[in-house]
């Protein structure tokens, strides 16, 4: 049998509350979908969207919209005030690199996959993205088949800004997905039970703190909490088109 030239990656918003909050949540579509469709007419050796190194990645990488357009000021004692008569309740810190407040989106996701993955999540780079003026996404790269955590969107604000406004359907994330196979992206459900496994995973520092991530994917795979958390999945999809 050939391999499959497709994967399958799980992926959900990752609240548990008493307001279902589903409705915020758009699909995440491909960047290479969106590129395209702004393409001009050219020969096939002159525009980027036909050479494969681009398309290869662009076709694995997906865009996270924005539903509300949300304004905020920020106080001297990271205190977060509302501009705006609709906002996604978000929150602050105070700095880990000098003057720069850390500010809290709101949203959050998470996505699990069979296949061994590793997802990076990055600002928007191909796009002119207005509240990139204020601050840089934090990076990061985990494992999605090793590793059940949710996705925050946290932004380093630049030094001495004390303001945020994103508007409704900029891109907020890229997401990256490092594998040579057409990953299809299928939504499920959140659960309790995979809430809990989430919260455990999410505040592993707490209760085993500096061990490395590797480590932390040896124990999850070695007490198969993988399984667990697959079987959960599959009995709680959205998505039941998967082949």
């Not at 699909?27 to 702004?38: A, E, G, I, K, T």
Request: hydrophobic share 35%; net charge neutral; proline share 5%.
């Amino acid at each position: 049998m050939l391999p499959s030239k497709t994967c399958t990656v799980y992926w959900s918003p990752a609240f548990v509350s008493d307001v279902d909050w589903n409705m915020l949540y758009y699909n995440p579509h491909s960047l290479f979908d969106q590129v395209r469709s702004l393409k001009v007419e050219s020969e096939n050796n002159q525009n980027f969207i036909y050479c494969p190194a681009f398309g290869n990645f662009a076709k694995n990488t997906f865009l996270l919209k924005n539903p509300i357009t949300s304004k905020f000021d920020i106080t001297s004692t990271y205190e977060l005030r509302p501009k705006s008569k609709n906002f996604i309740s978000s929150s602050t810190r105070e700095p880990t690199l000098n003057g720069c407040t850390l500010f809290k989106y709101g949203l959050t996701w998470i996505f699990f996959t069979e296949d061994d993955i590793e997802m990076t999540m990055t600002s928007p780079y191909f796009e002119n993205v207005p509240h990139l003026k204020y601050g840089n996404l934090v990076p990061g790269k985990i494992n999605i088949s090793k590793w059940f955590r949710n996705i925050n969107l946290e932004y380093n604000l630049h030094n001495g800004i004390n303001e945020f406004c994103v508007e409704k359907d900029e891109t907020l994330a890229y997401l990256s997905f490092n594998t040579d196979k057409q990953v299809k992206l299928v939504r499920f459900e959140m659960t309790e039970k995979l809430y809990r496994i989430m919260h455990s995973t999410g505040n592993s520092s707490d209760w085993e703190s500096w061990i490395p991530l590797v480590d932390r994917y040896k124990r999850f795979i070695e007490t198969r909490t993988n399984k667990i958390v697959l079987n959960e999945i599959k009995k709680n999809l959205v998505d039941t088109d998967i082949d």
